[in-house]
């Protein structure tokens, strides 16, 4: 028998921005449970909307940033020790850590990123964007990747995702076969919100995925992933 | 609607307060929007 779509459709889409009040996310998770987790097409909804929301959020225009910003973004992108949030020591890794959803900026690495993607948040057509997986049905929010298959630069955005404790953070993974590379390190502001960059490059065949890590962030992953897409360019 | 949804974080029951319109409409404008904007994205290139 063909089950309908229609009502699980219209609680995705509101989920996908955030909009579900807590009486329509029980009826979502009670309708996507009747489904079971093999349902297809509740599977591609949710994927289809998290790329509509991903692609919102990075077609933001840019917006000023506090005074004092950009020193301190230059700071961790230095490795140097931030006032809060996420920082990575060395070189190889030059985090940005969103502190408004509208604002990118680039630095070290990352300006290679810059140049690829036009310097702005906003990703070109021909970029892929692939909405993670999350591994707990339960698990609130979504998570967007955006990037170019074989040049360098991941960006990475995430809406309505739950707190962390102060001595956590989000950190997104590059996994190729069984090596997992340190991409970018996250903390979801008030509004569980995230928005960071990454020089990784993805090629097509790895495995992006999302853990809970140490606030000072970890060359591998502690923690088993929260959300996760297979890259896919074919 | 979907502004003051994503970008502001409002609830569905404050943007039908701060727009004047029924909670209904909210509900069904934020639909409709998502539902073109993931038509438009359909045509891009994956």
Known sequence: MMRSHERIEELIAIRSIGGLDPQEQAELEGLMASHGPDCEECRRLEIEYGEVAGRLAFALDPVPVRPGFAEETIGLALGEAPASGPARAGGRWRPLVAVAAAVVLFVGGAVVGAAVFGGGAEVPAEATVLALEPQDPSLAGTVTAAFTPGEPGIYLQGSGLEPLPQDQVYELWVIEGETPAAAVCVRPGDDGSVFGFADNQVTGSEVLAVTVEPSSCSDAPTTPPIWAAQVTTA | ?46
């Open chain 2, 1 to 46: 609607v979907i502004e003051l949804m994503y970008f502001d974080g409002f609830s569905q029951s404050k943007i039908s307060e701060e727009l004047g319109l029924p909670l209904g409409t909210v509900k069904s404008r934020t639909l409709l929007g998502m539902k073109r904007l993931r038509a438009a994205i359909g045509g891009l290139p994956r």
